[in-house]
């Protein structure tokens, strides 16, 4: 698993009472990655406040059905058992511009 993947887990929702099979991102890099935990940000297909906008462009397998949005205000750790799959993953341009909206969010 690398940073910019994008994977498909059972995401949690905000109340944490229920779940849904969604992407998200890995924002965490390599060395964070060698344990038990990822750092992910979910993707949706409405825009969220703190999204990123992204398309078929942005992806290096061009596997996205639709423009999604990349939601800043969803960053959550998960265990990486929790991962069904890996789908794509960010253009390096993208994962760039990704990583410096995360980091003017902190």
Excluded: W
């Excluded at 078929?56 to 929790?82: E, G, V």
């Amino acid at each position: 698993m690398r940073q910019g993947d994008i994977v498909i887990l059972e995401f949690p929702f905000s109340n944490m009472a229920e779940k849904k099979q969604r992407p998200a991102v890995v924002l965490s890099g390599a060395r964070y990655n060698r344990h038990a935990n990822v750092l992910l940000a979910g993707i949706y297909g409405r825009k969220q406040p703190f999204s990123i906008t992204i398309t078929n462009a942005d992806m290096r397998r061009k596997r996205l059905r639709k423009a999604s949005y990349i939601s800043l205000q969803n960053i959550f750790s998960a265990d990486k058992t929790l991962i069904k799959q890996t789908a794509d993953a960010l253009t390096a341009r993208k994962l760039a511009e990704v990583l410096a909206e995360v980091r003017e969010c902190f």
